[in-house]
Nanobody
C-alpha cells in the first residue's frame, strides 16, 4: 500500500500549485480521501476531504474559496488545486485515506493510510 504525494514546491504569494496523491495497493474508489498539512512548529491541520465517489467535498475555513479537492478514481489519484497561496499556507501536505468514510480530522490514527508528504513553501 502506498500514497505518494507530489507537486509541492516554492511559489510566491498569490501563486498556484497542484498537488497530486497517487494511491496503490488498495481499492482507492471506496476510500474517502483527505488532505492534512503541518506547518513548521505547529500541529497538523485538516485541510480538505472528498467522499469516495467524488461528489461531496469539504474545506477548512482557512482554504475555502482558494483550494479545490478532486479525484480521478480511474487513475487512483487525488488532487489539491491551490490558488492564491499565502505564506501561512507553507506546510508539509499529506494525503490520507479511510475506507468508506470521509473524515474531517487531522488525527493520523483515524486513517487507514497516510502518505509521506510534499513540501509547499510560499515566500517572496
Amino acid at each position: 500500500v502506498q500514497l505518494v504525494e507530489s507537486g509541492g514546491g516554492m511559489v510566491q504569494p498569490g501563486g498556484s500549485l497542484r498537488l497530486s496523491c497517487a494511491a496503490s495497493g488498495f481499492a482507492f474508489s471506496i476510500y474517502g480521501m483527505t488532505w492534512v498539512r503541518q506547518a513548521p512548529g505547529k500541529g497538523p491541520e485538516w485541510v480538505s476531504a472528498i467522499n469516495p465517489g467524488g461528489g461531496r467535498t469539504y474545506y477548512a475555513d482557512s482554504v475555502k474559496g482558494r483550494f479545490t479537492i478532486s479525484r480521478a478514481n480511474a487513475k487512483n489519484t487525488l488532487y489539491l488545486q491551490m490558488n492564491n497561496l499565502q505564506p501561512e499556507d507553507t506546510a508539509l501536505y499529506y494525503c490520507a485515506a479511510r475506507s468508506g468514510a470521509t473524515l474531517r480530522t487531522h488525527l493520523r490514527g483515524s486513517y487507514d493510510y497516510w502518505g509521506q508528504g510534499t513540501q509547499v513553501t510560499v515566500s517572496s
